[in-house]
């Protein structure tokens, strides 16, 4: 079985690559349309065309369409058209289209692998007339600069000549080895922008990258960080070091924790069973900490397959990994390298993975968890995430949208680089164009594996540059452009409202349209319950136990736009003859006895209980704040009981089950100094006068 993080793997150069860092010259590679280049958007012809090792679309005529796939990059790519031959051979030639057509001033031809291989170039105009606009004369000139620019620029005496296709003629007797043309651009400026590599432009001009430290990283491989959310542990994959378990060049789980002077603890393995004498790695970790997903399929005999495991932790450690079953996760491609990331929500999962519907090698795909609790057949994420070369180590934000994942088949810095896009709708399907993350980030190595916290100041990422041997763990600060959408950390205890013992249970947060957002369990033995909720929404968190009424709290994080960490006990009063609790999730319009939205979610639990206890019987309170004349608020606060009582009658209760005592400003819970404190007093409590 092959190593999912193996250096020889994450490691290979592309033949003969260079990187041309033109990173100012254009922020990205969308724009060139808008700024006068038009690139071909059809295959009329080809002499022949390469197949690649990978499969999919590797190296065939169609990788010539559109913007540049690699380009300021050079290099042998299957993101370029290859025609077959090689040294010595005959002439090769390939006939595009532009959609549109328009006075030509300039032709962009694009070569990443061996350029100077173009001898001939030949516009059709409109009424299908043909110009050459390079020969082989010219061709001779361009072959004396050393080195030779890889985007031929050619200028069209005639502007008035209106461009429809383009036939490139090569021969590749010219140059050694393999000759590839990326893409062909027609242009109706005399000197159009040179196309680059995509970074957003508020990328800063310098970005600090700093290695975690020696507690971390050693003369060894450190690999594939895992932030858990709250920010204190960071998992790791650490190969060649001599505290693995078995042998040192097998790869095993290890994790720091952050001291209270904000420095990384000494590594620690982190033990049996996640760790034995085979390969294990760490893919991915649930909001609240409690789960890990892990690379292989743990079997009894102490074996692994391919596939992906999971482990909780319990009251003596981590459990034994058990498996995520994926359908039809195989394909017939004989090396099996995978990784992956889990959505906070525990219901999605993206991988990193080569099938046999790819582009070309490892591609992007989505996973959805079944109401078996198996996971759906993985379907890619589209030509706009993956490319005909390979994509690899995602990981997806608590944001639930923001996705960062490396890539060998766009526009770089290096040997593969680490990018940024964000999901535009449910499908999963529908992804923004991917943004290079910049020189600071990415280097002339290898770099991947980004990981960030739920507070979204620092990214985790693996890097070759500047490491203490092989692969070392590095952070940075992250800036506005590549930053998730900000996230509230929400964690607490669930206790009984009269003993004030934990009570393990769920809780759950739904969005107010009463859509259930997330669901975690609380068990005391193991900690406080933990969630991750976007900002910029409301929720209702609720906690259910039998023999208790359900405890629920109004969480507005509807104007916050930063990250946010909440503490939040809930409180379960347990169903008896006295108790009393207040109803927080009932709301009301300003200085109205109006129920406002989302405030069934709580009457209807009330509803519930009194169907379930016939003869129960119950009082419902109303207070209001001091603010205003007292009567006034006496009123309002009789009247909003009132409409308490309605609801529950009008679903079937009788009215002699529900009695009512309005009591104003009179019994505040909190001080009326701050809008804050009397909301607090703005309330309605139930309290149960007979079962």
């Known amino acids: 079985m092959s190593t999912p993080f193996s250096t020889s793997w994450l490691h290979v150069p ?16 969308g724009e060139v349309s808008a700024q006068g280049i038009q690139w071909a958007s059809k295959v009329v012809g080809y002499s022949s065309e390469g197949r690649g090792d990978g499969g999919g679309q590797q190296f065939q005529a169609t990788q010539i369409l559109g913007v540049p796939s690699i380009y300021p990059r050079t290099g042998v790519s299957p993101c370029a058209w290859s025609p077959i031959s090689l040294d010595g051979a005959p ?54 600069k050393t080195p030779i620019d890889p985007l031929l620029r050619i200028n069209v005496a005639d502007s008035t000549l209106e461009g429809r296709q383009v036939k490139v003629v090569l021969n590749p007797s010219r140059t050694k080895g393999m000759n590839q043309i990326d893409a062909v651009g027609l242009s109706y400026l005399p000197n159009p922008p040179v196309p680059g590599i995509r970074v957003s432009p508020d990328t800063p001009a310098t970005l600090a990258k700093e290695s975690v430290g020696r507690g971390i990283n050693t003369p060894g491989q450190e690999v594939a960080p895992v932030i858990a959310p709250d920010g204190k542990v ?21 994790y720091s924790v952050l001291d209270a002077d904000r420095t990384w603890s000494e590594a620690q393995n982190i033990g049996p069973p996640i760790n034995n004498n085979d390969n294990n790695a760490i893919s991915g970790i649930s909001p609240d900490g409690k789960t890990i997903y892990l690379i292989n399929v743990y079997q009894p005999n102490g074996g692994m397959t391919f596939g992906i ?34 959505s906070p929500d525990g219901k999605t999962m993206l991988l990193a993975v080569q099938r046999n519907d790819a582009l070309g090698d490892q591609d992007l795909y989505v996973s959805f968890r079944q109401p078996d609790l198996t ?52 499908s999963w399907t529908n992804w923004s164009e991917p943004e290079n993350l910049g020189p600071a980030v990415n280097t002339p190595e290898w770099d991947g594996y980004f990981t960030i916290p739920a507070s979204g100041d620092y990214a985790y990422l693996s890097s070759r540059a500047n490491s203490l041997g ?70 209702q968190l609720t906690a259910r136990k039998d023999g208790y009424f359900p405890a629920s709290e109004t969480l507005d994080l509807s104007n916050d736009k930063r990250f946010r960490d909440i503490k939040r006990n809930l409180y379960l009063m347990p169903i008896q003859a006295g108790a009393k609790m207040i109803l927080r999730g009932v709301h009301f319009a300003q200085s109205e006895a109006q129920l406002l939205p989302g405030s069934e979610i709580e009457l209807d639990r009330v509803l519930a209980l009194l169907k379930q206890h016939p003869d129960m019987e119950i009082l419902l309170e109303g207070h209001t704040d001091n603010q205003g004349e007292w ?37 505040p819970i909190a001080s009326n100094e701050t809008e804050e404190k009397r909301k607090l007093n703005r309330r309605v409590e139930f309290t149960i006068l007979k079962l």
């Open 14 to 29: 592309p033949l003969c690559r260079r990187v041309w860092l033109l990173f100012w010259l254009l922020a990205g590679l």
């Open 91 to 144: 002439e090769e030639w390939i006939t595009v289209a532009v959609a549109n057509t328009r006075p030509v001033r300039q032709v962009l031809i694009a070569e990443t692998a061996n350029p100077g291989a173009v001898v001939r170039v030949i516009l059709t105009d409109v009424y299908g007339k043909e110009h050459i606009v390079f020969d082989e004369k010219e061709a001779a000139i361009r072959a004396t």
């Open 234 to 254: 960071l998992y790791l994959t650490r190969n060649f070091h001599k505290g693995n378990t078995g042998v040192p060049d097998k790869q095993d789980v290890w």
């Open 631 to 667: 009567a006034p608020n006496m009123k309002l606060a009789e009247d909003r009981v009132k409409t308490v009582k309605e609801y529950l009658t009008g679903k079937g209760i009788t009215e002699n089950r529900v009695q009512t005592k309005a009591w104003g400003p009179s019994k």
């Open 470 to 539: 092989a692969d070392d763990i590095f952070r940075l600060k992250l800036y506005p452009a590549i930053r998730p959408d900000p996230v509230a950390i929400v964690s607490g205890q669930v206790l009984d409202a009269i003993s004030k013992k934990p009570v393990a249970t769920d809780v759950i947060s739904d969005l107010f349209d009463d859509k259930e957002f997330a669901k975690v369990e609380y068990d005391p033995e193991t900690g406080e319950y933990k969630m991750v909720l976007p900002t910029q929404k409301a929720y």
């Open 309 to 342: 495991s999971k482990s909780t932790m319990t009251k003596t450690g981590w459990s034994m990994p058990r498996e995520c079953k994926i359908v039809n996760n195989y394909n017939n491609h004989a090396e099996h390298h995978m990784e992956f990331t889990v």
């Open 375 to 426: 996971w759906s057949e993985p379907k890619t994420l589209g030509p706009t995430v993956n490319t005909a070369d390979s994509e690899s180590s995602p990981f997806l934000a608590v944001d639930n949208k923001t996705l960062y994942f490396t890539s060998l088949g766009r526009p770089g810095f290096g040997n593969g680089d680490i990018y940024v896009t964000r999901r535009l709708d449910d």
